[in-house]
């Protein structure tokens, strides 16, 4: 049974951070493509970010390019994302989730987390 589960989600103030990370079972990590995407109120979920196989190649929503970090350790069947600099416009449910094709942009991942509730203040 494939099992995603996040956490590090939280109230933070404007211009502070939070470590999302998320624990995979259930597969083969180092196999699979790792994404982060979120869903505000009211909107459809979007892309935030994803990271290939190995951790050598990552890509990013213009939205949060320069401002989060995503990351993986194979050794512990692990994927974060640094949160820096947050905005108010960053409070949404995060979600990770896993795919065996890298997907930049695409929402048709695999497997998916139940999400991790992130709310920024202003």
């Known amino acids: 049974q494939v099992q995603l589960v996040e956490s590090g989600g939280g109230l933070v103030q404007a211009g502070g951070s939070l470590r999302l990370s998320c624990a995979v079972s259930g597969l083969t990590f180092s196999r699979y493509t790792m994404g982060w995407f979120r869903q505000a109120p009211g909107k459809e979920r979007e892309f935030v970010a994803t990271i290939s196989w190995s951790g050598g190649a990552t890509y990013y929503a213009d939205s949060v390019k320069g401002r989060f970090t995503i990351s993986r350790d194979n050794t512990k069947n692990t994927v974060s994302l640094q949160q820096n600099s947050l905005k108010p416009e960053d409070t949404a449910v995060y979600y990770c989730?896993?795919?065996?094709?890298?997907?930049?942009?695409?929402?048709?991942?695999?497997?998916w987390g139940q999400g991790t509730q992130v709310t920024v203040s202003s």
């Open positions: 989730a896993a795919n065996k094709v890298l997907r930049v942009g695409r929402a048709d991942y695999d497997y």
